[in-house]
């Protein structure tokens, strides 16, 4: 009797124990998954807090007075005259009226000439050259004064934005005194706004933090992801396709496989050596082109195409193959009819997760010259380019203030075009997908 | 009783898997518009040797067959014979119901299609309609042919595989354990389904189901461990066979 008890103890008290081992694993497991969301919820606040404001930016409005006399005294309307024109001086002219007509509302007399010198700082160094194209693409406004709204200093935005702490002595200041207190004053006269940053979008890179926008850097990457998905997808489709269905299991196939699988833990620098010695030295690609930065991005997104293809394909049961084959369906036509729609979607998923981890990449491209500070929006595919994560790393090397905030937003621009690219597949593979 | 033809004639063969020989020299005459029924322990080979019969092992890298099979007087273990042309004349019904994730109408249309058996549509509209009927299964699904294959009941998509199969108009079914994912109900169906082929195909059974080889079939082949035991009419080897490892096979002394 007292046997039997002292064996169902022991049994309570095992099954105790199990519980309690479950409870903790599953403890455990919550512990964990809490953890990755306060860190990614972390990471991705800190990225929200910072570039969010780098999708607005501070504009100038003000009068430009296009003299003839100095744009184009002979009225010949040739444009190289008129591009040689001295654009500095009549912009500066023009900030300098401007400002002067305000302080002799305000105080009655005329700035001097350091006050103008500090002052026309708050007007972006490239607004001469805006001024410029504004006129070269309407020569019919020489002699007029226009109204024109020009982006402001970046250093003005910064201020704006709070991130100028204005208690710091004046020498160590971006911004000085007079300054600070101009840009008070023009906010109040409505000269001074804040718009969306279209700059962001519609530029290429720029020294000048107002000026520089990711343009350049969409097109690098939309480039060389296209010629990476153009060569990676059916080289790799194909490859797996043959490997899976048609290759002779042997010793031969076998390497392959290993090599294959050894190709996609290879770091990707590599690759760009790779690229580098024989796409731009053996072919003489043209350096820094989209061209050759895809055949790089295709040549490391094509381990992962094939190995998650090679899975869809080994994921569609052998019985539907025994079905057709027992049709009299010939090899190939078991394999296109039957097992590559159904291992479409599986491909797909895994394409898009390969090209994502494309367009995150930059150390192969380093070596392809596509980490280069580069103006020109690239038109083609052999045009020298930047991608997007170089030009977030060319950013982020900045010192200017402004160009933190750009980081981030190019940053959340790209995490956007991530997660569209997932959510893509997601819905592709949802949308395909059969059920047998 | 019409003098019975013979549609297959199985000699000398053996298979080998690798190194291990999975049938040992096996001799048979399978007769035409009759139902031959295989039984036997698994692994003794039955399902190996039905496979053989439209040269599906071949799928199988390993697998080397030797011997002759005369379909019609023909060799189909010729290494240069037509396996398109073989598998039109020897359909296949497997052990689990695959119809392709294609609607019901595509299932059995795909084997008329990429043989080219059909000039138009209204001709491949009779096939698929004739060989849906032959299948006992017309009626059932007359009114949903665009809905696809794998959405009916299993007995339905196993008697969908049968018309598939027959819809290539072929001489010989090949039947692997065709029932041993459907209930009662279903099996009975598929069944009678195989008495009413038997006019027109030669099919051939792979079984588990000692009472289905009885019921269904004339002729039965007893395997074991790779060696035809007994080959004789169904009658006899169910009630007088002449082995005693028939004898314990049948009454479930073993197996």
Known sequence: MTNIDVLEDKKDKLI???????????????????????????????????????????????DVNLDKKLIDPESTNDKKIISSARWRKITRDSIYNVLNEINLVMNGEVLSKAEQKSLVRLFSRSSEYQIKDIVMDDLSLIGKTINVTLPAASEVDQFLKGRIDQSLPEDDRPLNNIQISWIKHMVDN?????????????????????????????????????????ISFPLGVMASVYLEEFAPKNRLTDVIEVNINNLAAVPSIVFGLLGLAIFLNVFNLPRSSPLAGGLVLALMTLPTIIISSRAAIKAVPPSIREAA???????????????????????????????????????????????????????????????????????????????????????????????????????????????? | MIKEQTKLDIDNVDVFYGKKQAIFNVDLEIKKNQVTAFIGPSGC????????????????????????????????????????????????????????????????????????????????????????????????????????????????????CIARAIATN????????????????????????MQELKKNYTIIVVTHNMQQAARVSEKTAFFHLGHLIEFGNTEEIFTSPNEIKTQDYITGRFG
């Not at chain 2, 059995?108 to 849906?132: M, N, Q, R, T």
Request: net charge neutral.
């Open chain 1, 16 to 62: 105790a124990k199990r519980y309690s081992k479950e409870k903790r694993f599953i403890l455990f497991g919550r512990l964990a998954i809490s953890l990755t969301i306060i860190f990614l919820t972390i990471l991705l606040g800190s990225i929200v807090l910072r570039g969010i404001s780098g999708f607005t930016t501070t504009t100038i409005t003000f």
């Open chain 1, 190 to 230: 409505d000269m001074i706004n804040r718009t969306f940053n279209s700059n962001l979008f519609t530029k290429g890179d720029s020294r000048n933090a107002e000026e520089a926008g990711i343009l350049g850097a969409l097109m690098g990457s939309f480039f060389a992801l296209l010629i990476c998905l153009l």
């Open chain 1, 325 to 436: 084959m027992g049709l009299g369906a010939s090899k190939m036509q078991s394999v296109t009819h039957h097992v590559l729609p159904l291992a479409m979607p599986g491909m797909l998923t895994g394409t898009i997760i390969g090209l994502a981890q494309a367009l995150g990449e930059t150390a192969p491209l380093l070596m392809m010259g596509m980490v280069a500070f580069i103006v020109d929006v690239p038109q083609s595919i052999t045009d020298p380019a930047t991608v997007l994560p170089a030009q977030i790393f060319l950013w982020s090397d900045q010192p200017e203030r402004g160009f933190e905030e750009k980081t981030a937003a190019a940053i959340m621009v790209l995490l956007g075009f991530l997660l569209t690219m997932n959510a893509l597949a997601v819905f592709l593979r949802n949308k395909f997908e059969r059920k047998w």
């Open chain 2, 45 to 160: 080979g039955k399902s190996t040797l039905l496979r053989c019969f439209n040269r599906m092992n071949d799928l199988i890298d390993i697998c080397k067959v030797s011997g002759s099979i005369l379909l019609d007087s023909v060799n189909i273990l010729d290494k240069k014979l037509d396996l398109v042309r073989l598998r039109t004349k020897v359909g296949m019904v497997f052990q689990k119901p695959n119809p392709f994730p294609k609607s019901i109408y595509d299932n059995v249309a795909y084997g008329p299609k990429i043989h080219g058996l059909c000039e138009d549509i209204s001709e491949l509209d009779e096939v698929v309609e004739k060989s849906l009927k032959s299948a006992g299964l017309w009626n059932e699904v007359k009114d949903r042919l665009n809905e696809p294959g794998t959405g009916i009941s299993g007995g339905q998509q196993q008697r969908l």
């Open chain 2, 170 to 193: 072929p001489d010989v079914i090949l039947m692997d354990e065709p029932c041993s994912a459907l209930d009662p109900i279903a099996t009975a169906r598929v069944e009678e389904l």
